[in-house]
Structure formats: C-alpha cells, structure tokens
C-alpha cells in the first residue's frame, strides 16, 4: 500500500490538456500541490505541455523508474498500457478507466486478464472503474474529485461517486481527511489491505468504509477484529434489498454481499454498522470531535423546553441515560439560572437564557463526577438583542476551558443555515448537530464505542 499512498514518482498515462477529460483533472490535482516531493510524469499521445509540464508518448520513454502509474485511456487501451507497465516494473497501478466488468462479461474477462498479468508481475492494482486515490498527510490527490481539508478521518469506498458525495459532507461539516481510497471493481486490492495500512497509520484515527460486495468475507472479518480495537471502523453497505443487490451488480459488476450476515460481522468484531445515510457524518462527528466517555450518564440543557423534550425522546429509542442530577451540582448551577427555573435533568433555563448562563452551566456539568456526556440544547431566539452564535459560544468556552476531556454535545436545533454556526466550528474546530435525533445518536455511538473498549479490556484480565 505504500507505493500507492506515498509514492516518490508517478506516472499519469492519459495526461491531456482538455479541461473536459478526467485525464486532465487528475493531472491538475496532482500537480496542484506546489510543495509536492513527489515526481510526477505524463503520458500522452499528443506532444503537449500541461501545467508546465512536458509529456511522454510511452511509459517506457521516461528515464526513471515508475512507483505509482495512473491510467486514464478507453478500456480497450488498457492492457496495451499494462504490459508497458510490466515492462518499466511499475510497483504499483490504479485504474481509473471504466467500461470492465461493471459492463459485459467480456469487461470481466479483460479484467480477469490484467489481473492475472499484474500477479504474475508482482504488481498490485486499485481499479478499474474508480475516482483514484488521496493522502492528504503528503497533500497528494491522485483522483478527479475535491481535495478535502487535511484530518484524521481515512474513506475506503467501492462507489467513486458517493465517495465525492462523503467528501463534500466531510467539507461542509470542516471533517479533515488523511486517507481515501476508492477500489471501483476490486480485481486485486481489497478492502483488508487498505484497512491493514489504515490500522497502522499514525494519521488516522477513524475508518470509514462505504461497500457493496466482500469478496472474501473471511480475511474481511479477521481484518476489522484487527482494526477496531485501536479505531473505530463505521460501515454504511448498498445493496441491502433485492433491487440494490441487482443496481450493485450494474454498478460495479460484482454480486451484492448478503446485509444480515455482513451486519453479524461487523456487530459482532466492535464495528458500527451505520443504517442510515445522514446517520454517516453524524457518527463521524461525533468521533472526530469528541473523546470517548467514561460512563453513560448524561447531563441535558437547554433554552427550549421543546428541544429538550424531543431529545429525551430519542435518548430513550437508543437507551441512553439522563442521569438525576446531584445536590452538589445542583448547587453549583443555581446561582446562574433564573429562579423560576425548575432544577431537574433536563435544565430547562428559559427562552431568555445567554451566553453567560450556557457557559456556567455546561461548566459546572462538564467538572461534576456525576455527568459523563453534556448536551448543550438551543433555539436560537431573534429577541432580546441575542446574538446568533452567543449560545455556541458559551458552551465552546466551558469546554475549552475544562480542557476537552467529555463530550460537549451542542445541539443548535435547525441552525445549519446560519454561516456564524458554521464559522464559530471551523475556527474552534469543534461540531454542532442540528436536530434531537442526530445529537442522541452521537451520544449513542460513542457509548457504545466506550462499552466495546471496556468489554475488550475486561477480557483482557
């Protein structure tokens, strides 16, 4: 996997000058990065300069050796390329080109032919039919879709598109990334070898993995019991009906992998098998920004009895705990609360609570030995001459100041339109969920993610 991630000289064979062609958008991403230490050469049948940059007619011209060659002709061209690769020992090839197996057999059966030259070779292969690859740590886009903020966050993906689609929900909510990697229709590469690199790479801190089909199910399993005590891996699976299992198989030209037994695995190896879409970037937020409780015990307040209301219904749909408060910490919140205000979990400070008030408190709840999750509820009021992020900004405070040792769940209720939200997260490089669901299910993953690393540590004794 190194020669994929971290090549020292690359080749783009498909290189063009044409702003309409994938060949010129995964050049211009490559070279996009002016601080590269990186080599990089281009391929192309006409002799042109791109970016600067001379071209090569064949791989083989170049006077150096090859560690990453991307390809980016029409299928029928492909092998061609291959055997010019096997010759210039290439260590290692990513095919973007579609038009394989995710078409005709006779797609597969090229496939099939490639695949086995390239083993015989020694040389590994991600592709065909992907958007190609990215390691953010080196500034290196090897693909033709967005380069996402630099983070701790690593995507394996089989769907190049709904890859693009995470990244710019990633980007939205400010989530880094470290690695990504799209394997298209996987005729070598698979999805444990990426996740093996992953395990051992510094750079990430949590996998995510979007897939349809598991080709050995087996080494897919003993991979991820690998991988989840030390990150944790969320996995979002297509093809989970009879007409996804038949879209999967267009799609990629590889049959759909049963659902239930994928979930047992997953369920059963520590992972989170993520039902949903929007449940994706709600549980990468959650381990992106926030450490892992120590306990289960959750601390609500809010400015709106409503919103409060509405996330207690959902804490109980996934079981989680609103702890009593203790005298002590009822104490110690009293002196910041109106008197009119009822001293229960959940605090319901009144529609005219401010930023003075959301900060007391969510301070006085993230230093009591009796709370483990705080979640900061709000509407945010047009009355009173309150400001749109003071809230926010109350509950950042507290948490700063507490040094970031819970999770400090903001819950700014229907909020996301509101740009200062948004640049309140990115220059505080915290996150907010914007409806009851969302922040219950946060609470939820990394409860369980604390309940898998105290069930793996008691088995250790």
């Known amino acids: ?44 049948l006409k002799k042109q300069k791109i970016n600067g940059l001379g071209t090569y007619e064949s791989i083989l011209d170049i006077p150096d050796s090859i560690d990453l060659a991307i390809i980016l002709v029409p299928a029928p061209a492909v092998e061609e390329i291959i055997d010019s690769c096997i010759k210039k020992a290439v260590k290692g090839i990513i095919i973007v080109s579609g038009g394989f197996g995710e078409i005709n057999e006779t797609g597969k059966i090229l496939e099939r032919r490639i695949a086995n030259k390239c083993k015989q070779a020694g040389i590994r292969v991600i592709g065909p039919n992907c958007v190609g690859i990215q390691n953010l740590d080196i500034g290196l886009n090897a693909s033709f879709i967005l380069t996402p903020p630099k983070g701790k966050v690593s995507f394996i993906t089989q769907s190049g598109s709904f890859g693009a689609a995470v990244l710019y929900a990633m980007n939205n909510e400010h989530l880094g990334c470290s690695k990504f990697a799209n394997l298209g229709n996987m005729i070598d590469v698979s999805y444990s070898e990426v996740l093996d690199y992953l395990n051992k790479d510094p750079n990430t801190d949590v996998i995510c993995m979007y897939l349809e089909s598991v080709a050995d199910g087996r080494d897919f399993f003993s991979s991820i019991k690998q991988v989840i005590p030390n990150k944790p891996i969320l996995v979002l699976k297509g093809g989970r009906t009879v007409t996804g299992m038949s879209a999967a198989s267009s799609h990629t030209g590889s049959l759909s992998t049963n659902y239930q037994l994928l979930k047992s695995a997953v369920d059963q190896a520590g992972g989170h ?18 450490p892992i409780p120590q306990g289960n015990r959750i601390g609500v307040m809010t400015n709106s009895g409503g919103s409060s209301v509405l996330f207690s219904d959902q804490a109980e749909r996934f079981g989680l705990n609103i702890t009593e408060f203790s005298d002590e910490l009822i104490e110690r919140i009293r002196p910041h609360v109106i008197p009119l205000v009822k001293m229960v979990n959940p605090l319901d400070m009144i529609a005219g609570a401010r930023e003075e008030q959301y900060y007391h408190v969510a301070k006085a709840m993230l230093e009591s030995k009796d709370i483990d999750i705080v979640v900061g509820c709000c509407v945010i009021t047009p009355f009173l001459e309150i400001q749109w992020d003071e ?40 996150t907010a969920f914007y409806t009851p669901y969302q922040a219950a299910y946060a609470c939820k993953v990394l409860i369980d993610r604390m309940n898998y690393l105290k069930k793996i540590h008691e088995d250790k004794k």
Not at 28 to 38: A, M, T, V
């Open 273 to 290: 098998m993520i039902e949903y879409i929007a449940d994706y970037t709600t549980a990468l937020k959650a381990f992106a920004y926030f």
């Open 1 to 44: 996997m190194e020669y994929f991630f971290n090549p020292k000289k690359i080749v783009v064979v498909g290189a063009t000058a044409n702003p309409r062609k994938f060949g010129n958008v995964v050049t211009s991403n490559i070279l996009s990065n002016k601080e590269r230490d990186y080599i990089v050469y281009l391929v192309s």
């Open 391 to 430: 809230h926010y900004r109350g509950m950042i405070r507290a948490w700063n100041e507490t040094g970031r040792k819970k999770p400090m769940i903001p819950l700014l209720v229907f909020a996301d339109s509101f740009p200062q939200i948004h640049a309140l997260s990115e220059k505080e490089k915290i």
